[in-house]
């Protein structure tokens, strides 16, 4: 296939309940990353177990890595795979100024939500792990907004924000490449040059934001993301660094 990245498996499911819950079930067999896509999913979820509405047309993709290292390393698969979509939607509609990221793992169209990641693993030992990369986009149609938390980011669709149509499938072919690229320089190189690649592209960089947790909010300007890959904000009580929140604007 024309584009698609040499050692990645691919297949194409007209439905599944989820392409996380599949790749869970088949990873074990798996010899090498495999990219699952669905164009139907009848239990799709988002982070913090939340539901994730798909609409016909839209993204759904899981990711299957084997990785050697440290948990907090595969973590960092975040920030690739949300260069890999960025990357994407820029080849797709030649709009760079129209994109953006936002920690810790959105992809923004016009300061709108666009897409989401999300990372789940299992099968953990001392050195090897199973990671699940989900990313849901927008491609067609934007969910509605009945569907949101409170104060979460409105969402958009590619097609209704730039007028650009491009098929699961070829937006695949788009994704999988863009991330091979960059899982190859974080193979090679660390995180540094993800995370200042990561960090040219963030939104909301140098301003203020507020980082919820399940019990707690933090208020500050957001000043970097730290070789951990941890928000860094500068609160009223100096620096607060944050591993895991939902940030909002």
């Not at 927008?138 to 491009?166: F, K, Q, W, Y």
């Not at 070829?170 to 863009?178: K, P």
């Not at 091979?180 to 974080?186: G, L, P, T």
């Not at 933090?218 to 100096?238: C, K, R, S, Y």
């Amino acid at each position: 296939m024309t584009g698609w990245p040499e050692g990645y498996g691919r297949r194409v499911l007209d439905e599944v309940d989820s392409t996380l819950s599949e790749a869970a079930r088949i990873a074990p067999t798996l010899p090498g990353p495999e990219w699952i896509l669905a164009r139907h999913q009848t239990a799709a979820r988002g982070r913090r177990g939340r539901g994730w509405v798909s609409p016909e047309g839209n993204f759904a993709a899981t990711l299957v890595l084997r990785l050697q290292g440290a948990p907090q390393q595969a973590a960092l698969r975040s920030f690739v795979a949300a260069l890999a979509l960025f990357d994407a939607c820029v080849a797709v509609t030649g709009r760079p100024e129209s994109f953006s990221l936002k920690w810790p793992n959105d992809v923004l169209l016009n300061g709108a939500k666009l897409a989401g990641i999300l990372l789940e693993s299992a099968g953990q030992t001392d050195d090897e792990m199973l990671l699940f990369i989900g990313i849901g986009v927008n491609l067609a149609e934007a969910p509605p907004v009945a569907a949101l938390e409170a104060r979460a980011l409105r969402p958009v669709s590619l097609a209704g924000e730039t007028g650009v149509r491009i098929t699961p499938e070829d937006f695949l072919t788009e994704v999988a490449a863009a991330f091979a690229r960059y899982e190859a320089q974080f193979t090679a190189l660390g995180f540094a040059p993800i995370r200042e690649a990561w960090l040219a592209r963030a939104a909301r960089l140098g301003q203020p934001v507020t980082a919820r947790t399940g019990t707690s909010e933090t208020h500050g300007t957001f000043e970097t993301v730290d070789a951990g890959g941890q928000l860094v904000l500068m609160t009223a009580a100096g620096r607060v660094r944050i591993p895991a929140a939902d940030v909002y604007f």
